[in-house]
C-alpha cells in the first residue's frame, strides 16, 4: 500500500505542470512586437491552451498560436483576448515546438506607459492532461478509486510516450555523433595520406633540383 502511495505521489508531481505568469506592457500598433512563449508537443496530440487575461483598458490583445514549421501553420487565433479565462483548443499535425505568441497594442490616440500593461497567465494541457475526468466518471460511472485508477494509467501512458519520445532522440543523437566520428576519422586519414604524398613529392623534387645544380651527387 505505501509503495503505490509512493508511486501515486511521484507520478502527481511529474504530471504537475507550472503556469506561466507575466505582465503584458501595451505598444502603439506600429512598433508592436510579439511576445512568444512556445511548449515541444508530440504529433497527433490533443492540446489546450489556458489564457486567463487581466483587465487592460485602451488594450487590445492578440494571440496567434502556431508550429515551428517552416511555414508556421497557425493553429488557433483570436484577435482580441478579453478579460477572463479562455481556452484554446487544438490538435497537432506534426512534432515539434507549439507557439503562443501575445501582441498587446493600444488604442488610438494612447501612447505607452508603465500603467498599460495586463497580466497574462498561461498553462499548456497536453494529453491526458485536456481529458474531462469529471464528466468521463458521469458518462462511464466511475467510483473514485476507478476515477483515479483511470488517470493514472492516462498519465502513465503519457510518461512512456515521452520517455520513447526521448530514447528516439537519443539514437538518432547517437547516430549523428557515430556518423560523424566515422567521416573525421576518414578526412583525418585522408589529410595524412596527402601529407605524406607531398612530403615525398618534395624531397624527391630537391633531390633533383640539387642534382641538376650540381649541389649533391
Known amino acids: 500500500m505505501v509503495y503505490v502511495v509512493t ?9 504537475s505542470v507550472q503556469g506561466i505568469k ?3 506592457p501595451a505598444q502603439v500598433p506600429e512598433d508592436a512586437v510579439p511576445f512568444c512563449i512556445s511548449h515541444y508537443v508530440d504529433d497527433e496530440t490533443h492540446v489546450v491552451v489556458k489564457v486567463k487575461v487581466g483587465p487592460g483598458p485602451h488594450q487590445k490583445t492578440l494571440l496567434e498560436i502556431t508550429d515551428d514549421s517552416e511555414h508556421q501553420n497557425q493553429l488557433w487565433r483570436k484577435d482580441s483576448l478579453s478579460e477572463g479565462r479562455q481556452l484554446a483548443s487544438f490538435l497537432t ?7 503562443a505568441c501575445f501582441t498587446n497594442v493600444l488604442a488610438d490616440g494612447y501612447k505607452p506607459d508603465s500603467r498599460y500593461t495586463r497580466v497574462v497567465d498561461i498553462d499548456f494541457d497536453i494529453g491526458s492532461e485536456t481529458i474531462d475526468y469529471e464528466k468521463l466518471a ?9 476515477l483515479e485508477l483511470r488517470k493514472l494509467e492516462d ?4 510518461i512512456i510516450a515521452n520517455m520513447e519520445h526521448l530514447k528516439e532522440r537519443e539514437e538518432k543523437m547517437r547516430n549523428t555523433n557515430e556518423s560523424t566520428n566515422e567521416r573525421v576519422k576518414y578526412f583525418s586519414s585522408l589529410t595524412m595520406f596527402i601529407l605524406v604524398g607531398l612530403g615525398l613529392w618534395q624531397i624527391f623534387y630537391l633531390k633533383r633540383f640539387f642534382r641538376k645544380k650540381r649541389l649533391i651527387d
Do not use: Q
Open 7 to 15: 508511486v501515486f505521489l511521484v507520478i502527481a508531481f511529474l504530471s
Open 22 to 24: 507575466f505582465e503584458l
Open 93 to 99: 499535425k506534426r512534432a515539434g515546438d507549439v507557439f
Open 138 to 146: 458521469r458518462e462511464e460511472r466511475l467510483k473514485p478509486m476507478e
Open 155 to 158: 498519465l502513465v501512458k503519457d
